[in-house]
């Protein structure tokens, strides 16, 4: 089993920028697909952005150009810079393993290994 913990939430102004951080160890492997997910309260867990062994990003249509993922294999951790925050974004933040490697799959239960989340608050 592997623990992801992630860190970096808070508050900020409708414009600001915050970066996520998901502390991996335990089972964990290079190969496997590491994502980001949001929910808020009474919604659905909706697939943020992803990126595989080989670096390859991707991300919903709904955070693309303002949200960039990283990945350092060598500290086992995985990275969420947000620009350009809106009160859309307002959401726990969940960092997740996939259950299969290479590909980048946008489905919440394709992801075996979780986080405890992180809030970000983006007020107006």
């Known amino acids: 089993q592997v623990q992801l913990v992630e860190s970096g939430g808070g508050l900020v102004q409708t414009g600001g920028s915050l970066r996520l951080s998901c502390a991996a160890s335990?089972?964990?492997?290079?190969?496997?697909?590491m994502a980001w997910f949001r929910q808020a309260p009474g919604k659905d867990r909706n697939f943020v952005a992803g990126?595989?062994?080989?670096?390859?990003?991707s991300y919903a249509d709904a955070v693309r150009g303002r949200f960039a993922i990283s990945r350092d294999f060598a500290k086992n951790t995985v990275n969420l810079q947000m620009n350009s925050l809106k009160p859309e974004d307002t959401a726990s933040y969940y960092c997740?393993?996939?259950?299969?490697?290479?590909?980048?799959?946008?489905?919440?239960?394709?992801?075996?290994?979780w986080g405890q989340g992180t809030q970000v608050t983006v007020s107006s």
């Open positions: 997740a393993q996939a259950r299969a490697p290479y590909s980048t799959p946008t489905g919440p239960d394709e992801y075996a290994d």
């Open positions: 335990g089972r964990t492997f290079d190969s496997v697909t």
């Open positions: 990126i595989n062994c080989s670096r390859a990003a």
